[in-house]
């Protein structure tokens, strides 16, 4: 079992930044990673991934605003947010799927006032 621990989240006024982080148990050099978000009466939605190999992959609706990177030796992967809009607001989970299985962090949440 890994546990996932994230942090960073808040509450920000639009055209602010937030950095979340997400810290593992465990060792995540062999881990694929990324990034969800589920705002109130809405579905959880992918924000960005990251690969092994550090490839990353974003939601059309974060591309050139969020940055996700990862280190290995810390066992954490993050997530820059810049230029933060309102609809940004919502629950960030973190999730690994780590030899096969799929891990979920608690939540961060993110509020981004107007």
């Known amino acids: 079992q890994v546990q996932l621990v994230e942090s960073g989240g808040g509450l920000v006024q639009a055209g602010g930044s937030l950095r979340l982080s997400c810290r593992a148990s465990?060792?995540?050099?062999?881990?694929?990673m990324g990034w969800f978000r589920q705002a109130p009466g809405k579905q959880r939605e992918l924000v960005a991934s990251?690969?092994?190999?550090?490839?990353?992959n974003y939601a059309d609706s974060v591309e050139d605003r969020f940055t996700i990177s990862r280190d290995n030796a810390k066992n954490t992967m993050y997530l820059q947010m810049n230029n933060l809009k309102p609809e940004d607001t919502a629950v960030y989970y973190c999730?690994?799927?780590?030899?096969?299985?799929?891990?979920w962090g608690q939540g961060t949440q993110v509020t981004v006032s107007s």
């Open positions: 999730n690994v799927v780590r030899f096969g299985m799929t891990h």
């Open positions: 990251i690969t092994t190999e550090s490839r990353t």
């Open positions: 465990r060792s995540i050099f062999f881990s694929s």
